[in-house]
């Protein structure tokens, strides 16, 4: 006899919208009789092996609008990566709660731990429906063409560093700001759409896609400067030399790394501060300034797209009709279908598990330094509406009288 219940979870970094898939899943489940339950894991999949599960069949749907328009993840998240024997775990917890439907909602290694779950069900001859939402401000899975949770980080590092802009040109120098991306630069690339003027920072944009070079990232600084009096800078936290080693372990005198044995890009301004020692040292600078973007690129509140929102939403609606109607476990992906539509599919598991997307190469200038017009027009619908604009004066200079 079929239970009737659902568990859905987040794990990896929180988004702006990484609650719009939560709350498309619980109301759109709530609209087939055959669904009993609908639990929520707490912190991701620790909260499943730990049996900390929250009923959301109870949340009233004016609190889950509410929640839906909230950044980050309601249910709290995990950085946990599941292996064989933790999956094995997962499973035993959902057979024993009777779980015929399994909602992960996040990134590369959410979409691998819903593969080997999946697998190890179908093994045992139980009947569970596992669905992988996709999640992450990296826009790095593959089969998308793009990740919710992304635009709405875009669309604030794009006004973060028109702000930057601004204000470097008030006062002229040098401005580095690093954002995250250790793999892909899709969101250090969106600092180029807070660009107006031909003269507008960020001047140069370095990417994980290219191999980087101080020296060559010293002489590039020197020539903008020379040409504009001043110089804004957007740097992936994940740029690396030729043989692959992080900029930041090459520079840095200790290096921090995270659980997993990766060297920590984010939440440090390691990076930010040592690029800019390198220019004061190195090229006589004075007026030097660096940020490091962090953490506040994504759960931002107040900066959110609208078509980003509308997206989340969506991934977790389709999410539960492919379990309810479909026969096969899967991802759920994005699909472009216009000058701007999307389309959602349902992707095998194994083709998006643990795979990682990094930028096309149509999307970066011949420099390196740069984006194309293609990155843009792929960009710009993404952002939503209302995006912020910067107006200049058109002062008519007054003759000099002391000083002619």
Not at 43 to 70: C, K, P
Not at 240 to 268: C, F, M, W, Y
Not at 327 to 338: C, D, F
Request: proline share 5%; with cysteine.
């Amino acid at each position: 006899m079929p239970s009737g219940k659902i568990l859905v979870a987040q794990g990896g970094g929180p988004t702006a919208v990484i609650n719009q898939s939560l709350v498309g899943v619980v109301l759109e489940a709530r609209r087939f009789r055959n669904v009993t339950r609908i639990y929520g894991a707490m912190h991701g999949v620790r909260g499943i092996v730990n049996e900390d599960f929250v009923d959301l069949t109870q949340e009233t749907s004016h609190n889950l609008e509410l929640v839906a328009a909230t950044p980050s993840s309601a249910l709290g998240s995990t950085r946990d990566k599941p292996d064989l024997k933790y999956c094995e775990e997962i499973f035993k917890v959902l057979k024993a709660h009777e779980i015929e439907h399994f909602f992960y909602i996040g990134g590369n290694d959410s979409s691998d731990t819903v593969r080997i779950v999946a697998e190890q069900a179908q093994a045992a001859g139980y009947p569970l429906r596992a669905i992988h939402i996709p999640k992450t401000i990296d826009n790095d899975l593959v089969g998308n063409d793009h990740t919710p949770g992304f635009p709405s980080a875009a669309r604030f590092v794009a006004q973060a560093f028109a702000g930057a802009n601004l204000d470097n040109a008030s006062l002229p120098g040098v401005y580095v700001g690093v954002v995250m991306g250790r793999h892909a630069g899709f969101l250090t690339a969106a600092s180029a759409l807070g660009k107006k003027f031909p003269d507008d920072g960020p001047h140069l944009i370095y990417l994980p896609e290219r191999v980087f070079s101080i020296e060559q990232f010293l002489a590039d600084v020197k020539d903008t400067y020379a040409r504009y009096g001043r110089c804004v800078v957007a740097v992936s936290e994940g740029i690396h030399d030729a043989s692959g080693e992080p900029i930041a372990t090459l520079l840095a005198k200790e290096v921090e790394r995270d659980a997993h044995g990766n060297v920590q890009l984010s939440g440090t301004g390691a990076l930010a501060d040592l690029l800019c020692d390198e220019i004061k040292d190195k090229l006589g600078i004075k007026r030097v300034r660096g940020d490091t973007f962090g953490y506040l690129q994504r759960s931002f509140i107040g900066c959110v797209s609208d078509v980003d929102q509308r997206e989340a939403r969506e991934v977790g609606e389709k999410a539960v009709q492919f379990a309810m109607w479909g026969e096969r476990n899967g991802s759920v992906a994005i699909k472009r279908t216009g000058f701007y539509s999307v389309d959602y599919e349902l992707l095998p598991l194994d083709a998006v598990a643990g795979k990682t997307r990094t930028m096309e190469d149509e999307f970066i200038d011949e420099k390196g330094t740069g984006v194309t017009d293609a990155f843009r027009m792929y960009l710009r619908p993404l952002l939503g509406s209302g995006m912020p604009d910067a107006y200049r004066l058109r002062p008519a200079p007054v003759p000099k009288i002391l000083k002619r």
